[in-house]
């Protein structure tokens, strides 16, 4: 998330530092603090940001790096006329308030002429040592030190937009947190368009358009579309007349950038050719709580599909996993922009996975691919790729002579797999309950 940001906002990783995914600091080359501002408007993986005076490791070092700090850069936030205080935070490790305050003291060369004040400074100032992530085996002294001033941190983005109060919700409606970071990857910025093709109750399109993106989907299910039918929510039967994708928006003031939602197949042609979306955002269903389906008999036939000038609406048929992701992948290298990015969620069987078998297109270049944990045998990936290559005709099945396309059939199992590791959780409880 934090490089896709950088790439959009503006800045890189320091040439300082290797990136330690197993460190909770990292130093980023952010050109101004309107820039960072921006970047902390928009994560929601990050806590804060600082200007770094210093870092070193060990006390030493660190000191050495203040005084070194140019004069200038700190002189106008150390006036006589303002008030500040220093906070200490320590990584993996719990410091007494006397342990605190003999570090604090310990930073009596810097020029502070202002006064303390602790409840409303102007300015904030932190210590942060890191002590490693090994709880077990917590050092006497940190491995990293950093001194800075507090430039701007928040967090009210996932809790405003909680699911928990939204008005029209499903039984997979996605997670706050995990909408912005989508739309943190596919780098949604305002006047973007941004689509979902299986939209459900719009939850991913609302992080979209809180970026200023106008956002529009599709699903296949006329239902959730409309707002029909049984109400996912506690102690409720039918959903209400106003429950829907446009009253989510509404609801958040974001109602200007809503396009509309269609009726429609993602796995069936509906758009005009051309690039339209600057980002597609989804999470396709994997088979658990809403069924893979699309339009068609599985006896239908190219003849019939040929012969038919009726807009007739077949009978649903399985969708499998293997075909929901190249379907998106084929539509995704079509109709994104160059540069443009796909998001997704793809569903893991752990003890099969490899790197082999995430789906791949000659148009798309692979950007990420983080892995949450749903139990000890699945998880999903989501994957982030971009546009690099314009779309030909020749492009269209080339991923069925991709020796990728075989291995990720085996997914099409993946919700007996998933319920596999349910019954077998549930028979090793029991046993070991009669024990």
């Not at 998330?1 to 600091?25: A, D, K, M, Y």
């Not at 700190?74 to 320590?90: E, R, W």
């Not at 410091?95 to 020029?111: H, V």
């Not at 909408?179 to 719009?202: L, Q």
Request: hydrophobic share 35%; aromatic share 12%; charged share 25%.
């Amino acid at each position: 998330e934090i490089t896709s940001l950088l790439s959009l906002c503006g800045g890189q990783f320091s040439g300082e530092q290797e990136i330690h995914v197993n460190s909770p600091f990292w130093i980023l080359n952010i050109p101004s603090e309107e820039m960072a501002r921006g970047l902390m408007k928009r994560t929601v993986c990050a806590k804060s940001i600082f200007e770094l005076w210093g870092h070193g490791r060990s006390a030493g070092e660190l000191y050495a790096s203040l005084k070194n700090y140019p004069m200038d850069k700190m002189l106008p936030y150390l006036q006589s006329d303002s008030t500040y205080k220093v906070h200490i935070h320590t990584f993996n490790k719990t410091l007494t308030q006397a342990q605190k305050i003999k570090k604090i003291d310990a930073l009596e060369f810097l020029p502070f002429k202002g006064k303390v004040n602790l409840k409303n400074p102007e300015h904030i100032f932190w210590i942060l040592e890191d002590y490693g992530m090994n709880p077990n085996n917590v050092p006497e002294e940190p491995f990293h030190l950093y001194f800075g001033r507090w430039v701007h941190g928040q967090r009210e983005l996932i809790e405003s937009y909680s699911v928990k109060k939204r008005h029209f919700i499903g039984n997979t409606s996605m997670d706050a947190c995990l909408s912005f970071i989508m739309a943190n990857h596919g780098r949604v910025k305002p006047n973007d368009v941004v689509y979902d093709p299986f939209v459900g109750t719009g939850g991913l399109l609302i992080s979209s358009a809180h970026f200023g993106a106008y956002v529009c989907g599709t699903d296949i299910d006329y239902n959730t579309i409309h707002g029909l039918g049984k109400a996912s929510r506690k102690n409720q039967k039918w959903r209400g007349p106003d429950e829907n994708i446009r009253a989510n928006l509404r609801q958040y003031g974001l109602e200007k950038y809503y396009l509309d939602a269609l009726v429609a197949d993602s796995s069936r042609p509906i758009w005009r050719k051309g690039m339209l979306f600057d980002a597609i955002i989804t999470d396709p269903p994997y088979g658990i709580r809403e069924a893979t389906r699309r339009t068609g008999s599985p006896k239908e036939t190219v003849k019939s599909v040929e012969r038919s000038t009726e807009n007739h609406i077949f009978v649903s048929s399985n969708y499998h996993l293997s075909d929901i992701f190249f379907d998106l992948l084929k539509f995704a290298a079509e109709y994104l922009v160059m540069g443009g990015r796909l998001v997704y969620w793809l569903p893991i069987y752990r003890p099969e996975y490899t790197e082999e078998i995430i789906p791949r297109h000659p148009c798309l270049k692979l950007i990420s691919n983080c892995e949450q944990m749903l139990s000890s045998h699945t998880s999903r990936r989501l994957i982030t790729m971009e546009k690099v290559k314009e779309f030909k005709d020749q492009d269209e099945n080339s991923y069925l002579l991709d020796g990728q396309y075989m291995p990720y059939r085996g997914h099409n199992s993946f919700r007996e797999k998933y319920f596999s590791g349910v019954t077998k959780r549930i028979a090793k409880e029991e046993k070991d309950n009669q024990k």
